[in-house]
C-alpha cells in the first residue's frame, strides 16, 4: 500500500497502512500504529563492483585485449606491458576498461615478481646443494608457467562475458 498524499509505501505484509499526512497519535508515532519508514532507494553501485555483467562490447574486447596482451610474455617480452600499453591508452574509455585492465597490469607485475623471486631463490638453493636444487625447481617453475597462462586464459573468458575477474595472489601496484 502506498500513501496518496506522500507516497510512502508501507513495507510488504507488516500489517500497517502508511501514516495520514500530519496526523500523528499524542506519542508522535504515526495515526496507524507503529513507526513507519518509507523506503530509501539503494545507492548506485560501484563501478568495480560485480553487480553484473558489461554490455558494450567496445569495453568488452578492450578488456580482452588487456588480458591476452600479456601472453606475449611467452615471447619473451615482459608480460606487464601489453596491459600497461591498453591501460595507458584507453583507462579513460570506460570504467570497466580502467578496472580491469589495471588488473591484468598488477596481476602481471605481481607474476613478475614472483617469477624474480623464484629465480634467485632456486639459484641460490642450487648453488647451495651441488646442483641438486634444480630437479625441485624445474617443476615448480613449469607448474608456475601453466597457473599464469591458465589464469590470463580465464580472465579473458570471464572479460568477454562482460563479467569483473579478479586475479588471485596479486599485490595491488596500481591502484
Known amino acids: 500500500m502506498s500513501c496518496p498524499t506522500c507516497g510512502a509505501i508501507a513495507p510488504a505484509g507488516s500489517g500497517q497502512t502508511p501514516p495520514r499526512a500530519g496526523v500523528t497519535s499524542g506519542s508522535g508515532q504515526a495515526a496507524a500504529g507503529a513507526p513507519f519508514a518509507s523506503a530509501q532507494p539503494a545507492p548506485p553501485p560501484r563501478p568495480d563492483a560485480a553487480v553484473g555483467l558489461v554490455s558494450d562490447s567496445k569495453a568488452r574486447d578492450l578488456v580482452l585485449v588487456a588480458h591476452l596482451s600479456a601472453l606475449v610474455g611467452l615471447l619473451g617480452v615482459p608480460s606487464p606491458l601489453g596491459p600497461l600499453v591498453v591501460w595507458l591508452a584507453k583507462r579513460d574509455a570506460h570504467p570497466f576498461v580502467d578496472a580491469q585492465a589495471k588488473e591484468a597490469l598488477n596481476f ?10 623464484i629465480f634467485v631463490f632456486a639459484f641460490v638453493f642450487t648453488v647451495v646443494t651441488f646442483g641438486l636444487g634444480i630437479v625441485f625447481f624445474i617443476p615448480l617453475v613449469l607448474g608456475a608457467l601453466i597457473a599464469w597462462v591458465v589464469l590470463v586464459v580465464v580472465a579473458a573468458v570471464k572479460a568477454s562475458k562482460g563479467e569483473l575477474y579478479r586475479y588471485p595472489l596479486t599485490i595491488r601496484f596500481v591502484r
Open 108 to 117: 602481471n607485475l605481481s607474476a613478475l615478481l614472483y617469477t624474480v623471486a
